[in-house]
């Protein structure tokens, strides 16, 4: 029988004890069964195995059907916005904290695993986003999301000025520590910390959430997740803005310039076992309630 996936990417948290000894694993298991196994290059000098094949991740995205990231959701996010611009599956194995993108414990990674490798899962679209920043009507600087991009300034506390467009239309105008845009992946991240609400994964949606707003009336709206969302920056503002795609990138901003937020054509494919339940993995990171009956 043909198999599924011929060539898996391995890639890993570097200079992790716990994700290193989970790609070994892993790369034995691949191997010994007949799968073709690339390891990403930043991970691979921690693996004490010798003759692998390395490469980037950009030529994991290019050459393998399936990606396996061993790490936390952080170490996830920074695969994922590469990933997304090719057409390969993503499972995450947890080897962080909470884990909401990561499905595959690394205590009992063999058995879910197979299953996956045997055509027992299901497969997910998870859409991203793409912050632009423009100064005088030209493209400064761009970077993709898949959680969220933050505007805010560059030093803690301190509040800006911007008005806020969607699709064109003036929404409003805010002082505050700056703006949240996410996705519904990026709902229960940095979002969910600043009030925002829960957006379930298939909701084509994005929010918005005020920072610390300079005022009482000012709260969370989700808006059609196909919108155009611009934030034009006063001229009254201090320098030193920033926009952050994740947490990871950091788009420089000055003031009276636009950042463009908006829907990216890529995707990101997750791959999950058959048994997995969104509201499960809410219920288990979140500690809500079980059932009383």
Same mark, same amino acid.
């Given at each position: ?20 000894a989970t790609i070994e694993t892993l790369y034995r298991y691949l191997t ?96 991203? @986003?793409? &912050? ?8 400064? *600087?761009?970077?993709?999301? !898949?959680?969220? /991009? =933050? ?33 519904p992946t990026g709902s229960t991240a940095y979002s969910m910390s600043a ?11 994005l929010s918005l959430v005020p920072m610390f707003p300079h005022t009482l ?14 934030? @034009?920056? &006063? ?8 926009? *952050?795609?994740?947490?990871? !990138?950091?788009? /420089? =901003? ?40």
């Open positions: 029988m043909s198999k599924l996936y011929k060539t898996i990417g391995l890639i890993g948290k570097p200079h992790h004890q716990g994700a290193s010994d069964n007949d799968y073709r196994v690339i390891i990403e290059s930043s991970v691979a000098a921690s693996i004490e195995i010798e003759n692998i094949t390395v490469a980037s991740l950009t030529q994991i995205g290019e050459q393998a059907d399936l990606a396996i990231v061993v790490g936390g959701d952080g170490y996830m996010l920074g695969a994922a916005r590469v990933l997304s611009c090719y057409e390969i599956g993503v499972i995450g194995v947890n080897r962080g904290n909470l884990g909401f993108l990561t499905d595959l414990s690394p205590d009992e990674i063999i058995p879910p695993l197979e299953a996956i490798l045997n055509g027992k899962s299901r497969s997910e679209q998870r859409f991203i @986003i793409e &912050a632009e920043v423009y100064r005088h009507g030209k493209l400064k *600087s761009s970077n993709s999301a !898949v959680n969220e /991009a =933050v505007l805010h300034a560059g030093k803690v506390a301190s509040m800006i000025e911007f008005e806020v467009y969607i699709d064109g239309s003036f929404m409003f105008s805010q002082r505050s520590d700056g703006l949240i845009v996410s996705t009030g925002g609400p829960i957006l379930t994964p298939n909701l084509n949606a009336t000012s709260r969370p709206i989700v808006v059609d997740g196909d919108s155009e969302i611009k934030l @034009i920056l &006063a001229n009254e503002n201090h320098e030193n803005l920033q926009v *952050s795609c994740d947490g990871h !990138v950091i788009l /420089a =901003v000055m003031p009276g310039d636009e950042v463009i937020i908006k829907k990216s054509p890529h995707t990101l494919r997750l791959i999950h076992p058959l048994d997995h339940d969104y509201f499960n993995v809410l219920r288990n990171k979140l500690s809500w309630g079980n059932k009383l009956y």
